[in-house]
């Protein structure tokens, strides 16, 4: 692809050779390991093209790859018919429909295709990682409820759990502990009675003597209450499946029975009616042979028996539909997942509230231990603890049999909807999942409401204990309650509650009287606190003086400098901003400005040049300066644009992408070059004539002639200019010498425009090249040197001759003053 350099836009060319090139038929060239490298490094050139090899090599894998093995598998002699194994994440949870099959031996058949059918094939690839998905939630789904309502992982764990209550009560309730309480309690009492208070001494004597009656009963057997057979847990359990049934229309249920007949339900109506929907179109079971048939395939885990099965049993569109899988299958699928995912949402949340509640029971029954022990005899928090490990037992049980309520009737309710519904399974999925997330909502609002319920109540006993039935005297200012707590008004919520403490221990790892007691560490309770508050004192030498102070933001300010100098170079090019001319251009004025190349690369990623052209416009820039120290030239500026046109010459066939920068880079050195030759020189036509004629042939003889006339007249037979038939004086010796100068400056700077027009055409860059040489030849014989090896360029092929700078690039660049 041919572009203008001078535009900014990216010139490809190829790296590899063309027929006519003599490289093109080197056979080193074509061994596999070359063209391998070189087929690698095409590819990493670009980001499309790696970003194009990535996907086709993902399509090859998840696609042909996997139809070549399907077709050498099914290929050999003697396979047997394909099957599937139930699936081992699901089968331990034992999930059964009413007609006896394992849920995780279900399968969505469908023609799995081949080489010769890639569209089946693929089809197959998305449905079996969707329907893998959607397997798993549902059988889970169906699972969670039906354990949480039969209790059986509550039997798992009660017996050790009243072994553990039994023996923390034998360590806890002991005769010593006891009398301690009791005289703690004791001590309150006569402290109110001292007081005057004789309401609440009363009130603390009746509350002692509550306790200790209550303590003999349940510290006898603690958990029992809520863990047996007839515990509350199983009572709440029972009531609400009772009350669910009812509400449904069965009058004496079972509540064992009917988890069962639940759990067999949900399957039904979650996982085996939407498979045979999404798989055949329509609901199989609705022909009893065919269920039958669709049972035992799946049963037998076999794809083959199960259509041929729908075939036998007169179903045409399943057999047909598993045959020729669609892609509404798909969306089908998507749906099905969406709407089961909702629906056994709600589900789950009940069940897991159902959990969550017995487990709340069973940890607040642990703590009343400890009060019915010692803490109900003691006035205060303690004593109001033990109130509320009570009042939340009984309030958790409560909580149990609400959620068992509202999920039986949501299982009921459902079962009966898909009876009603007559196989229409996606309206129920579709209607059901809208009206859901409502239910969740508003569960959770009830939920929040029972909670509040409880912390009322709690509070309510609390303050009545507390409190003495008097709101006067000295137990009545504020809220006893609170004051019991030692927490003002904040309430029983709040009381021994972890968040508490963890606020505790924040307001005094963050309080500044912490940090003067550790020596002026902040937070020193924190992690990394001793790094943080070595770091701060680092600050606090370095922020000492003033002028320290505005050093530590020196760099900052350094760099949005070199960001100010970075714009000016991409107004300076005339290019369009994120371009490799206007890179090459910022990049020159950044080290030209500040004389550094460490901020080039930052400066140009803030003035809005991206990574990739601002590190190529660095790295040619840094070439340049560093090669042209290499240069013995007067002038710097000309030193740097031989640089910059040899490593332009040098990557102009072997690297492409970076001969553009390189090329950008020696636009942006010769501008700099010719603006030290601005012109404004004037001389006679004659004078500049022979000017023109030493820069068409330049000799070192002529200089020193030019040389020695501009120091003074000459005499003898040094070698003499004239003109006019007469010899150089002083001054125009002086003037031609500056307008050579100027010349050479003007033709590099129209040779490169003249490249930057067609970057292929190479005739131009040895006329470029020509013109650099001789103006690298004057400034040295100027300066009195000899010509080297490291400033010569090479010289033009005499058997090629050079073109000629066009008149319409040379002559707009030259001073209309004249020269």
């Not at 030759?677 to 023109?692: N, T």
Request: charged share 15%; glycine share 10%.
């Amino acid at each position: 692809m041919r572009s203008l350099l001078g535009s900014g836009i990216r010139l490809d060319r190829p790296s590899f050779g063309m027929p006519w090139e003599p490289q093109f038929w080197d056979a080193e060239r074509w061994r596999p390991q070359m063209v391998f490298r070189r087929f690698r490094a095409w590819i990493a050139a670009s980001r499309r093209r790696r970003r194009t090899a990535w996907i086709v090599l993902a399509l090859f894998v998840l696609f042909v790859f996997p139809g070549l093995v399907h077709a050498v598998s099914i290929a050999q002699p003697g396979t047997a018919t394909q099957g599937t194994a139930p699936n081992t994440a699901t089968s331990w949870m034992n999930v059964k429909d009413s007609y006896g099959v394992n849920a995780s031996s279900y399968m969505l058949v469908v023609d799995r295709g081949g080489v010769l059918n890639l569209g089946n094939f693929a089809l197959w690839i998305i449905l079996m990682p969707l329907f893998a998905v959607w397997q798993l939630l549902s059988i889970t789904g169906v699972w969670l409820p039906a354990k949480a309502l039969d209790f059986q992982w509550l039997n798992l764990i009660s017996a050790p759990l009243q072994a553990m209550a039994r023996n923390l009560t034998a360590q806890i309730a002991t005769p010593l502990m006891a009398s301690t309480a009791l005289a703690i309690g004791a001590f309150f009492v006569g402290y109110f009675i001292v007081r005057a208070l004789y309401a609440k001494a009363v009130t603390q004597v009746a509350t002692m003597i509550v306790f200790a009656i209550a303590g003999v009963f349940f510290l006898a057997n603690p958990l029992s209450e809520a863990l047996s057979d007839h515990g509350l847990l199983v009572q709440g359990r029972d009531l609400g499946l009772s009350v669910a049934a009812g509400l449904n229309g069965n009058s004496n249920p079972n509540p064992n029975q009917l988890v069962a007949t639940l759990g067999a339900t949900m399957t039904d109506n979650f996982v085996r009616l939407p498979l045979q929907v999404w798989n055949t179109g329509h609901v199989v079971d609705s022909n009893p042979s065919c269920r039958a048939a669709w049972s035992a395939g799946m049963t037998a885990g076999s794809e083959d028996r199960v259509r041929n099965g729908m075939r036998s049993c007169g179903d045409g569109a399943a057999y047909a539909a598993m045959g020729n899988p669609g892609v509404g299958q798909i969306g089908a699928g998507l749906l099905l997942l969406l709407c089961a995912v909702i629906l056994l949402a709600f589900a789950a949340y009940l069940s897991i509230k159902i959990m969550w509640a017995a487990l709340d029971l069973i940890y607040y029954g642990f703590a009343s231990i400890f009060g019915f022990a010692a803490g109900g005899f003691i006035y205060g928090p303690t004593q109001t603890f033990t109130v509320r490990c009570v009042v939340h037992g009984f309030i958790s049980a409560g909580k149990m049999g609400f959620f068992v309520i509202a999920l039986g009737i949501y299982e009921l309710l459902l079962g009966s909807l898909f009876r009603a519904a007559n196989g229409q399974i996606m309206v129920v999925f579709v209607i059901g999942a809208g009206v859901e997330i409502i239910a969740i909502i508003q569960v959770r609002r009830l939920s929040r409401n029972i909670d509040d319920a409880n912390d009322w109540v709690t509070n309510r006993i609390g303050a009545a204990i507390q409190s003495g039935g008097s709101s006067g005297g000295g137990g009545g200012g504020g809220s006893a309650l609170g004051m019991g707590l030692g927490m003002g008004n904040s309430g029983a919520a709040n009381s021994l509650s972890p968040l508490a403490m963890l606020g505790a221990v924040s307001t005094i790892n963050s309080s500044p009287v912490t940090a003067w007691m550790f020596g002026g560490r902040l937070n020193p309770l924190s992690p990394f606190s001793r790094v943080d508050h070595v770091d701060k004192k680092n600050k606090a030498r370095g922020l000492s003086s003033r002028d320290l102070r505005m050093a530590a933001h020196g760099s900052a300010y350094d760099r949005v400098s070199a960001a100010d100098f970075a714009r000016q170079g991409i107004t300076r090019s005339g290019a369009r901003r994120n371009s490799e001319r206007a890179a090459a251009f910022a990049a020159e004025n950044v080290a030209h400005t500040t004389g550094m190349m460490g901020s080039v690369q930052y400066a140009l990623r803030m003035a809005g040049i991206s990574w990739g052209r601002g590190q190529r416009a660095t790295i040619a820039r840094a070439d340049i300066i560093r090669h042209a120290d290499d240069e013995p030239l007067a002038s710097k500026h000309l030193g740097r644009v031989v640089a910059a046109h040899k490593h332009f010459e040098r990557d102009f066939h072997t690297n492409p992408r970076m001969m553009m920068a390189r090329f950008h880079g020696l636009e942006a050195s010769v501008d700099r070059y010719r603006g030290d030759y601005q012109g404004g020189v004037h001389i006679s036509e004659d004078l500049a004539q022979l000017g023109r004629d030493y820069i068409d042939n330049p000799r070192k003889a002529w200089i020193d002639a030019l040389q020695a006339h501009a120091e003074g007249p000459v005499t003898g037979s040094s070698p003499r200019l004239r003109i006019n038939g007469r010899d150089l004086d002083q001054t125009e010796a002086d003037r031609l010498r500056s307008w050579i100068a100027n010349e050479h400056a003007l033709r590099v700077q129209a040779a490169t425009n003249w490249v930057a027009q067609n970057p292929d055409d190479f005739d131009r860059i040895r006329v470029l090249r020509s013109e650099i040489d001789k103006a690298a030849q004057t400034d040295q014989w100027q300066a009195g040197r000899n010509i080297t090896g490291a400033v010569s360029l090479p010289q033009p092929d005499p058997a090629h001759p050079l073109p000629q700078i066009p008149p319409e690039i040379l002559n707009p660049l030259r001073n209309p003053r004249g020269r």
